[in-house]
């Protein structure tokens, strides 16, 4: 994850301490991070996106985590350390007992972030998510109107989503969009960061398609277009800190991201550029994510590097402690993860940028080519930039 408003603007944000190594309660460096855990706590979902990664649909499956073994993972997961809980899907509130276990974790003092589709969201259940003091919803969106709705499935997905933008912001919860980039979507990027500012949105996620379940059908953008749709988000972002709006713009799963922007500053002799310098050396890309500062967990336990690498297990909370089996250096995948710069392949390998970056996406890698550590085809930089 890049903070877009961090690194090429320098506004501080919430998680500075623990992406960049900046304030209160950082760790002395950025492998030393409990990893903030994904849990997928059902695979049930009232939409039918066209990009899903757990293929989900409106319809139950058996073998999810009851209640209890949900409670029991909470409890492992605060007694860990964990920095942050993200409780996904499917869709999560179509799951009868999330807010419940929502409200133990709480009690344990457990962070908690929300990425929900927002459809299910009224006034009355914005206001138990509030109480609850979630740190953040983020609500996911395809463009705007009737693009959402084609990539949603379902007519009148957009305003369902927008009600719930709307309940949440009107009882004071923090709320920000989920955006995943598609040529489809970069072109109403300018539309989109009209939205975020007439709708008062604080934080917006911009994700890399990870062709994964659905999302292998689908056409990603090329590296042109990639570049372009940065090129866009970082002037928005740009004009927002430059008109004193401190709202929080994040790009996901291309560590690239951060050193495009790097060269950006370089390029242009921008003071800010030590700073982003810093800040990526020390935040490490990929080095640091999947598999050691991001975990996934299952709607069936299944513990996973990340949520779009789930045909790789290291075990199943079930059987085992997520902490047991998130320490276990024994398995070779995990370990290997771990120090995954001494095995990437290809451009990675070889890539000038490769402390900052970590070699990348390693799930866009492996499902794009069947190996973990092949280069990444997302990676939209030329031979001369990484030389």
Not at 259 to 277: G, K
Not at 313 to 324: A, D, L, P
Request: proline share 3%; with cysteine; hydrophobic share 35%.
């Amino acid at each position: 994850m890049f903070n877009v408003s961090r690194v090429l603007c320098g506004v501080s944000q919430p998680m500075d301490h623990h992406r960049y190594g900046r304030g209160m309660g950082s760790p002395a460096k950025a492998g030393a991070r409990k990893p903030v855990v994904v849990w997928n706590v059902t695979r049930t979902c009232n939409l039918k996106c066209t990009h899903c990664y757990s293929d989900s649909a409106a319809q139950h499956y058996d073998g999810e985590l009851t209640h209890e073994e949900g409670r029991a993972l909470l409890k492992d997961l605060a007694e860990y350390g964990v920095p942050a809980v993200l409780l996904s899907g499917g869709e999560p509130l179509a799951r009868p007992d999330t807010l419940e276990l929502a409200a133990y974790a709480r009690s344990l003092g457990l962070k908690l972030t929300l990425s929900t589709n927002g459809t299910l969201i009224d006034e009355a259940r914005a206001r138990r998510i509030r109480d609850l003091d979630f740190a953040y919803v983020g609500v996911s969106f395809d463009g705007l109107g009737e693009t959402n709705d084609r990539f949603r499935g379902v007519s009148g997905a957009f305003d369902r989503a927008l009600r719930g933008i709307r309940n949440l912001r009107d009882v004071g919860q923090k709320v920000g969009l989920r955006l995943t980039l598609t040529p489809n979507t970069m072109r109403d990027l300018d539309v989109i960061f009209d939205f975020i500012e007439s709708e008062n949105i604080e934080r917006a996620c911009f994700y890399h398609l990870v062709p994964a379940g659905r999302g292998l059908a689908l056409t990603d953008m090329n590296h042109q277009q990639t570049r372009e749709a940065l090129d866009t988000i970082f002037a928005r972002t740009r004009a927002f800190a430059a008109a004193g709006q401190p709202r929080e713009i994040l790009t996901v799963d291309n560590h690239a991201d951060g050193i495009y922007a790097f060269l950006r500053l370089q390029e242009e002799n921008n003071p800010q550029v030590r700073e982003a310098h810093d800040l990526l050396m020390w935040n490490g890309g990929a080095t640091n994510s999947s598999g050691l500062g991001i975990a996934d967990i299952d709607w069936l336990g299944n513990v996973h590097p990340d949520q779009f690498l789930q045909s790789i297990t290291f075990g199943n909370v079930k059987e085992r402690r997520f902490s047991e089996i998130w320490s276990d250096e024994s398995n070779e995948t995990l370990h290997a993860l771990r120090n995954r710069r001494e095995h990437v392949g290809g451009r990675c390998n070889s890539c000038r940028f490769l402390a900052a970056c970590g070699g990348n996406f390693r799930a866009r890698a492996y499902n794009a080519t069947g190996d973990l550590w092949a280069e990444d085809p997302g990676c939209y930089l030329t031979d001369a930039e990484i030389a």
